[in-house]
């Protein structure tokens, strides 16, 4: 059983850039979540896909925020207009319906 | 308000002890779920153990327990026998509205404990 995956792993950018981080889902799992994880705190989310269906994006912490899930498969998280206060681990989680949420190994993102 | 609290940023633990991670919670939803995860300096969120609020039976998986205490609110981690390994960060976890497909299904998290094995 494959788990979940994140590319790339780490990402140093510059600010004004946009960058965009891919996750990768447990193949049978139809929901797939997004969070955002600072320094020294726990993981807050950011947005949940049901198959390709965005069902919570209230969370997105800026319109600089987007997230798609065409295919209903893998999932794409852009940042727009990157600023330093963007660093930070982007973690993607995938789950069956309701059940539990496992986690990929995050993206590392700094922002200069 | 905060919904998790993990009031222990660290504790150092002698190898082969038990250790206990407290986490309070608060929520007025009647379902809801409770989730430990460890996160190893890797970076990856490992899910550990889980407990439904209807669960009257303490969820138990392998050297993992969790003592689930409904009226305070509350949802320790119990390692038993502690290992060098069990090095990591601990975090508690809740998602509301479990059964009635209300909440946004994402998980709340605290702030977390260091937890540090000693030889």
């Known amino acids: 059983d494959t788990g979940v995956s994140q590319n790339p792993r780490h990402k140093i950018t510059k600010r004004g850039q946009n960058v965009t981080f891919r996750c990768d889902p447990i193949?049978?799992?139809?929901?797939l979540y997004w969070y955002r994880q600072t320094l020294g705190q726990g993981p807050e989310f950011l947005t949940y896909?049901?198959?390709?269906?965005?069902?919570?994006k209230s969370r997105l912490l800026s319109d600089r925020f987007s997230a798609e899930r065409p295919k209903g498969s893998f999932s794409t998280l852009e940042i727009q207009r990157t600023e330093q206060g963007d660093s930070a681990m982007y973690l993607c989680a995938s789950s069956r319906d309701q059940e539990t949420q496992y986690f990929g190994p995050g993206t590392r993102l700094l922002v200069l | 308000a905060q919904k998790i609290t993990q009031t222990q940023p660290g504790m150092f633990v002698q190898e082969k002890e038990a250790v206990t991670l407290d986490c309070t919670y608060d929520t007025s939803d009647q379902s809801y779920g409770l989730f430990w995860y460890k996160q190893p300096s890797s970076g990856e969120m490992i899910f550990l153990i889980y407990q439904g609020s209807y669960d009257e039976q303490n969820a138990t998986e392998g050297r993992y327990s969790l003592n689930f205490q409904k009226a305070r609110k509350s949802a320790n981690l119990v390692i038993s026998a502690s290992q060098l390994g069990d090095s990591a960060m601990y975090f508690c976890a809740m998602r509301e509205g479990l059964y009635s497909g209300g909440g946004a299904d994402g998980l709340t998290f605290g702030k977390g404990t260091h937890l540090i094995i000693q030889p």
């Open positions: 193949s049978e799992h139809n929901r």
């Open positions: 896909f049901q198959n390709e269906a965005q069902l919570e």
